[in-house]
């Protein structure tokens, strides 16, 4: 099975600040890694795709990089509704479509 | 617009089962593999099982294959997930999602349902 290993599993930031969120495969996976975003009580929702392509609808202050085993998650500049937890996941290959710990983002 | 609504959550004994409905709508429903993902209370998403298009191909978690079973009516555009044999560690909000692709891999999850909770006590 492929592991995902989120870093850091939580961090404060305050509002405007640059944040970095980093998901490791245990294997290669391409650019098959996506980024969920999920606030307390509610669905996750899909943030970006494949990597790099941001979701339609998703602030363009949101961008993703990488492929192979390192992916990063970045939020140039962080805003109130920010504030939330947030999981990638591979679906490379087989089963199963491992997400990752989760990165739970709070106000500093 | 696109809506997944998910049903039949409960409370259940340790052994016994329940049926998980997803019902869906605004887009068609016979072009997208669908998945479950659950989320045990205060821990992450754990993916659960998804299903191609056409319901030919299932896949499953190891923790909980050979207890639960996907399927999928195409007619009826709804998702089901049966759950036998429950366990405590089931315990959970369950949600299905439909899947960008035909079947489960190399897509992302595009559309979320808010949710079904499922808990194993006795």
């Known amino acids: 099975d492929i592991q995902m290993t989120q870093s850091p599993s939580s961090l404060s930031a305050s509002v405007g600040d640059r944040v970095t969120i980093t998901c490791r495969a245990s294997?290669?996976?391409?650019?098959?890694l996506n980024w969920y975003q999920q606030k307390p009580g509610k669905a996750p929702e899909l943030l970006i795709y494949?990597?790099?392509t941001l979701q339609s609808g998703v602030p363009s202050r949101f961008g993703g990089s990488g492929s192979g085993t390192d992916f990063t998650l970045t939020i140039r500049s962080l805003q109130p509704e920010d504030f939330a937890t947030y999981y990638c996941?591979?679906?490379?290959?087989?089963?199963?479509?491992?997400f990752g710990g989760g990165t739970k983002v709070e106000i500093k | 617009d696109v809506q997944l609504l998910e049903s039949g959550g409960g409370l259940v004994q340790p052994g016994g089962s329940l049926k998980l409905s997803c019902a869906a709508s605004?887009?068609?429903?016979?072009?997208?593999?669908m998945s479950w993902v659950r989320q045990a209370p205060g821990k992450g998403l754990e993916w659960v099982s998804a299903?191609?298009?056409?319901?030919?191909?299932?896949y499953y978690a190891d923790s909980v294959k050979g207890r639960f079973t996907i399927s999928r009516d195409n007619f009826k555009n709804t998702v089901y997930l049966q759950m036998n044999s429950l366990r405590a560690e089931d315990t959970a909000e369950y949600y299905c999602?439909?899947?960008?692709?035909?079947?489960?891999?190399?897509?992302?999850?595009?559309?979320w349902g808010q949710g079904t909770q499922v808990t194993v006590s006795s």
């Open positions: 999602a439909k899947v960008s692709t035909e079947g489960p891999f190399r897509g992302y999850c595009d559309y």
């Open positions: 605004g887009f068609t429903f016979s072009k997208n593999a």
């Open positions: 299903i191609s298009d056409t319901g030919f191909s299932t």
């Open positions: 294997q290669s996976i391409s650019f098959y």
């Open positions: 494949d990597a790099s």
């Open positions: 996941q591979q679906t490379y290959t087989t089963p199963p479509l491992t």
